[in-house]
């Protein structure tokens, strides 16, 4: 009988198994899937091109601890993006930001105004300051938002950071006194939106900002990175660490139920009837997968209600292309490193906040953005190890908002057309752009669903505008049942903190 029972070998599953393996406790993890990671891993879903690799869900690195890349001896090939943002528009002017400071403060100056290039230098180095001063309270259990201001936050900060955690990305972005609205709809898109039920004004998306400003990884210079291999490096390392350390990691072992008996976990049954016992059963499923797994009896309907309430509907599309080359934007037409780079497509308007706006109040409404807001990657310009034999790309339309359930219409139905026209707004800033487009493997939020495991398509389990100790608690009412996956602190997105700290916490019932 094993010490300890995961369920899910996404990356936290596998943080946790390889931790608590390195302790000495003797660990099975249980994936229903075929393949271990969760959406944090590389396929090659195209069978026009059937060797080219892209990182079907997460698609980059950026908030993982380094702290935690040394616990668990990691050492993974990651590549910088320098540039790392991208801001094009339909005309000749466009924003590539990367170490060129210099360059980036000519564009600034140049394209936009002095106004906006001293907001960009002062809300970046804000946001340097408070990665520094939260990134220990990252790695513990969570406190509230006021407690970790007093325990964590310079003085000088305090209030920003509160103000931040619980406001609006409007609110944050206006202190600084930006001009230009295209910068401000960047940063909200880029930080406060992504995998994010929420508006520019909606309270929270402070906080999915502030999370989405937390890249520490070594060489980053403070942005998300790509991992060479595709984003299954990631979780094949931390699955050899666990191995190495004795785990067991079983796919294909899909779990039907936690077996509770008087309030306290005794292991699982498999789908297949397989029963198995354990001192411990770790979840690293979303939270409201984990509730079915337990019988009406086995939880108080007060914290099954809890949990429930912090369930909001996946807003994200995914949209994995195939390449035959490489587009040609009209604002850029050569080739000075934007492919690697986010690019971001944004509503050409004079009031594209409005815009914005609008789009997500059709979402809401269940009706699909004539102009959604759009992050696109070229990830093989950086990492060519994922192309094939024929030279394809791999790219990838990460879209912002789109329902998960549409209104008067099936996603059966919108897909193809839908894909189409999101192409089509990509050949608006770099024409020709459908005509390389190969195949498309697309990903609504309920074939997120399907596809991931992950209850309404939410990419991060529980909207990252709860924070700290509105997340998702460690501990269960049930004795020996814990959770470790990204609904709990300290965020959504392939960050293993989740991991460590359930980890943690088992070794401290356990005493160890």
């Not at 702290?67 to 002017?93: A, G, I, N, Q, V």
């Given at each position: 009988?094993?010490?300890?029972?995961?369920?899910?070998?996404?990356?936290?599953?596998?943080?946790?198994?390889?931790?608590?393996?390195?302790?000495?406790?003797?660990?099975?993890?249980?994936?229903?899937?075929?393949?271990?990671?969760?959406?944090?891993?590389?396929?090659?879903?195209?069978?026009?091109?059937?060797?080219?690799?892209?990182?079907?869900?997460?698609?980059?690195?950026?908030?993982?601890?380094?702290?935690?890349?040394?616990?668990?001896?990691?050492?993974?090939?990651?590549?910088?993006?320098?540039?790392?943002?991208?801001?094009?528009?339909?005309?000749?002017?466009?924003?590539?930001?990367?170490?060129?400071?210099?360059?980036?403060?000519?564009?600034?100056?140049?394209?936009?105004?002095?106004?906006?290039?001293?907001?960009?230098?002062?809300?970046?180095?804000?946001?340097?300051?408070?990665?520094?001063?939260?990134?220990?309270?990252?790695?513990?259990?969570?406190?509230?938002?006021?407690?970790?201001?007093?325990?964590?936050?310079?003085?000088?900060?305090?209030?920003?950071?509160?103000?931040?955690?619980?406001?609006?990305?409007?609110?944050y972005l206006d202190r600084f006194g930006f001009k230009s609205d295209f910068v401000k709809a960047m940063y909200a898109v880029t930080d406060a939106f992504s995998g994010l039920d929420g508006g520019y004004d909606t309270p929270g998306t402070g906080m999915n900002?502030?999370?989405?400003?937390?890249?520490?990884?070594?060489?980053?210079?403070?942005?998300?990175?790509?991992?060479?291999?595709?984003?299954?490096?990631?979780?094949?390392?931390?699955?050899?660490?666990?191995?190495?350390?004795?785990?067991?990691?079983?796919?294909?072992?899909?779990?039907?139920?936690?077996?509770?008996?008087?309030?306290?976990?005794?292991?699982?049954?498999?789908?297949?009837?397989?029963?198995?016992?354990?001192?411990?059963?770790?979840?690293?499923g979303d939270p409201f997968r984990t509730l079915r797994l337990l019988s009406t009896s086995a939880v108080p309907s007060d914290y099954r209600a809890q949990v429930e309430s912090m369930a909001a509907p996946g807003t994200t599309m995914k949209v994995n292309l195939?390449?035959?080359?490489?587009?040609?934007?009209?604002?850029?037409?050569?080739?000075?490193?934007?492919?690697?780079?986010?690019?971001?497509?944004?509503?050409?308007?004079?009031?594209?906040?409005?815009?914005?706006?609008?789009?997500?109040?059709?979402?809401?409404?269940?009706?699909?953005?004539?102009?959604?807001?759009?992050?696109?990657?070229?990830?093989?310009?950086?990492?060519?190890?994922?192309?094939?034999?024929?030279?394809?790309?791999?790219?990838?339309?990460?879209?912002?908002?789109?329902?998960?359930?549409?209104?008067?219409?099936?996603?059966?139905?919108?897909?193809?057309?839908?894909?189409?026209?999101?192409?089509?707004?990509?050949?608006?800033?770099?024409?020709?752009?459908?005509?390389?487009?190969?195949?498309?493997?697309?990903?609504?939020?309920?074939?997120?669903?399907?596809?991931?495991?992950?209850?309404?398509?939410?990419?991060?389990?529980?909207?990252?505008?709860?924070?700290?100790?509105?997340?998702?608690?460690?501990?269960?009412?049930?004795?020996?049942?814990?959770?470790?996956?990204?609904?709990?602190?300290?965020?959504?997105?392939?960050?293993?903190?989740?991991?460590?700290?359930?980890?943690?916490?088992?070794?401290?019932?356990?005493?160890?």
């Amino acid at each position: 009988m094993p010490d300890v029972i995961v369920v899910g070998a996404g990356h936290n599953g596998l943080v946790t198994a390889a931790m608590l393996a390195k302790r000495g406790l003797s660990v099975t993890v249980l994936e229903e899937k075929d393949t271990l990671g969760g959406a944090c891993k590389t396929e090659y879903p195209f069978r026009s091109a059937p060797k080219l690799g892209v990182s079907t869900g997460a698609y980059l690195l950026g908030l993982m601890p380094p702290e935690l890349l040394r616990e668990l001896e990691l050492d993974l090939p990651l590549k910088r993006r320098d540039p790392h943002y991208f801001l094009p528009t339909m005309d000749r002017r466009y924003l590539l930001f990367g170490s060129d400071e210099r360059e980036l403060e000519r564009q600034f100056r140049e394209f936009f105004s002095e106004a906006d290039w001293l907001a960009n230098q002062a809300m970046n180095a804000e946001l340097s300051a408070l990665r520094e001063d939260v990134a220990p309270a990252w790695l513990l259990p969570p406190l509230s938002i006021e407690e970790t201001a007093e325990k964590y936050i310079r003085p000088a900060l305090r209030h920003a950071f509160v103000r931040l955690c619980r406001g609006s990305a409007r609110e944050y972005l206006d202190r600084f006194g930006f001009k230009s609205d295209f910068v401000k709809a960047m940063y909200a898109v880029t930080d406060a939106f992504s995998g994010l039920d929420g508006g520019y004004d909606t309270p929270g998306t402070g906080m999915n900002l502030l999370v989405h400003n937390m890249c520490r990884l070594p060489g980053s210079g403070g942005t998300w990175m790509i991992v060479g291999g595709g984003m299954g490096t990631v979780t094949q390392q931390i699955a050899r660490v666990a191995r190495k350390y004795g785990a067991e990691l079983r796919t294909g072992a899909k779990v039907a139920s936690v077996r509770v008996d008087n309030g306290v976990a005794k292991g699982v049954v498999l789908e297949n009837g397989e029963e198995l016992s354990a001192k411990v059963v770790v979840s690293n499923g979303d939270p409201f997968r984990t509730l079915r797994l337990l019988s009406t009896s086995a939880v108080p309907s007060d914290y099954r209600a809890q949990v429930e309430s912090m369930a909001a509907p996946g807003t994200t599309m995914k949209v994995n292309l195939c390449l035959k080359g490489l587009p040609r934007f009209t604002c850029l037409p050569e080739d000075r490193g934007q492919f690697g780079p986010t690019i971001h497509l944004l509503p050409q308007e004079d009031d594209v906040l409005g815009a914005l706006a609008r789009g997500y109040a059709e979402t809401k409404a269940g009706r699909l953005s004539e102009f959604p807001s759009i992050e696109w990657y070229v990830h093989t310009t950086v990492d060519p190890s994922l192309r094939d034999e024929e030279g394809h790309h791999n790219s990838a339309l990460f879209v912002e908002w789109v329902p998960h359930t549409l209104t008067g219409t099936t996603w059966e139905k919108e897909e193809a057309r839908y894909v189409q026209h999101l192409l089509s707004i990509c050949d608006q800033f770099a024409p020709g752009t459908s005509d390389l487009v190969q195949e498309y493997f697309a990903l609504t939020p309920p074939k997120i669903e399907r596809h991931f495991g992950i209850t309404h398509g939410h990419i991060h389990h529980v909207d990252n505008k709860r924070g700290f100790n509105d997340r998702l608690p460690y501990e269960t009412p049930v004795q020996g049942l814990y959770f470790c996956s990204a609904g709990c602190h300290p965020a959504g997105s392939v960050i293993g903190a989740a991991g460590h700290n359930a980890a943690n916490v088992v070794l401290q019932a356990l005493g160890r």
